[in-house]
Structure formats: structure tokens, C-alpha cells
């Protein structure tokens, strides 16, 4: 499976909105309603923060928002904090069990 | 508390083997099918490896198929990746992961154990 697209990189000033896409195909983003997203600071692990598309796990702030439509995802964060800096990963279910992630994409809080 | 802890990780020659293990602890192991992803140096993530419950089911990313071997012993809340044939790219933190029943995320992630192949 090929991985999810995702920029690079992403950046916005404290208290503005960030937009971070994820791109795959009708197979996987476009096929599921399964797309999740992961936060991780440098030398940790991931935590997970949206899932099935748009759902918060209790604990996540409503800052952080998912939508997808045809077959790209986005992650958008509301009211950037500094705290909010990190790689962003997205993921989509692909059938028969098997997952494909997004490269990552390095938020930087200016 | 909740948590995975992953150990077993070192310095390998390529083409040697290696045993991961993941303890689980604070929940109930046998309610959660289990995964495992990896993360090299400096790179994104990647899907390695998922069991079901009963280890009935089994699913390999295309990378590690027939080289790595996924399986769990619920009396000892344990999941284990054995790691045969090992190459210089599968260099990276292994980290185990919870899939809630009959849903396709990850829940809850260990710490990490790292992998290096080298000679």
C-alpha cells in the first residue's frame, strides 16, 4: 500500500487555525469512515486525538477537529497553544486488516 | 494504570533474528486485538503487523511478510513480534498498540523498543 499524503509541514501563530490534509485513495480514506489522527512530541509516543474521521477520545481538547471528504482527510486545529507543536500523523483503515499512514506533517507553533 | 511496555530491542547483524514483547497491564488483554507499528530514525510511521483476540487472525504489511511472525499469550497479557531475516531497513522504534474491538484505530501505545540492524 502506498502512504497517505500529508504536507510536510504546518504553522500558524498562537490562537489561529491550522488545516493539515491527508490525502489517499478510494481504497483506503476514501473507502472507510475509519481515518484517525496522532499526535507526537519529539521522542515519544503517538497519542491518538480524532477517530473514525471526527470523533475525540475523552481528554482531547474540542480545539482539534477531523472531517474527510471523497478521498482526503483534514485535521484542523482551532486556537493554536504552543503546546499544540508536534508531528501529526494520519492513518486510514485499507481492508483486510491492514492500515496505511500518512509521512507526517511537523506543526510549528510561530 | 493502563499502559503497553514494549522490551526486547538491540543490536542485530543483518540476517539474524530478534523477539519483541509488549506487557500489557490495567485492562483487560484479551478484550483488544493488538498491533504492531514502527517508526524509523527521523521517518513517519508504518503499520507492521495485527492479531485479533484469539490470534485466530493474523495481517502482515507487505515489507515484513514471511520474515515476521505476530502472536500474544492472553494468560500472560503478552504480545510478541518474532523477527527473522532482519535488513538494514527495518531499523526503527517498534511500538505496540491496542485496536479497539471491532474498530480500526489505536487507542494506546507503548514507549517503544528500538531495532538496529547493523553489522
Known amino acids: 500500500q502506498s502512504a497517505l499524503t500529508q504536507p510536510p509541514s504546518a504553522s500558524g501563530s498562537p490562537g489561529q487555525s491550522v488545516t493539515i490534509s491527508c490525502t489517499g485513495t478510494?481504497?483506503?480514506?476514501?473507502?472507510?469512515?475509519?481515518v484517525s489522527w496522532y499526535q507526537q512530541y519529539s521522542g515519544k509516543a503517538p497519542n491518538l486525538i480524532i477517530y473514525e474521521v471526527t470523533k475525540r477520545p475523552s481528554g482531547v481538547p474540542d480545539r482539534f477537529s477531523g472531517s474527510k471528504s471523497g478521498n482526503t482527510a483534514s485535521l484542523t486545529v482551532s486556537g493554536l497553544q504552543a503546546e499544540d507543536e508536534g508531528d501529526f500523523y494520519c492513518t486510514s483503515y485499507a481492508g483486510s486488516n491492514n492500515w496505511v499512514f500518512g509521512g507526517g506533517t511537523k506543526l510549528t507553533v510561530l | 494504570q493502563v499502559q503497553l511496555v514494549e522490551s526486547g530491542g538491540g543490536l542485530v547483524k543483518p540476517g539474524g533474528s530478534l523477539r519483541l514483547s509488549c506487557a500489557a497491564s490495567?485492562?483487560?488483554?484479551?478484550?483488544?486485538?493488538m498491533s504492531w507499528i514502527r517508526q524509523a530514525p527521523g521517518k513517519g510511521l508504518e503499520w507492521v503487523s495485527y492479531l485479533t483476540r484469539s490470534a485466530t487472525y493474523t495481517s502482515y504489511a507487505d515489507s515484513v511478510k514471511g520474515r515476521f511472525t505476530i502472536f500474544r499469550d492472553n494468560a500472560k497479557n503478552s504480545l510478541f513480534l518474532q523477527m527473522n531475516s532482519l535488513r538494514a531497513e527495518d531499523t526503527a522504534v517498534y511500538y505496540c498498540?491496542?485496536?479497539?474491538?471491532?474498530?480500526?484505530?489505536?487507542?494506546?501505545w507503548g514507549r517503544g523498543t528500538l531495532v538496529t540492524v547493523s553489522s
Open positions: 490495567g485492562f483487560t488483554f484479551s478484550d483488544y486485538y
Open positions: 498498540a491496542r485496536v479497539p474491538l471491532s474498530d480500526w484505530f489505536f487507542d494506546l
Open positions: 478510494s481504497s483506503d480514506v476514501g473507502a472507510y469512515n475509519y
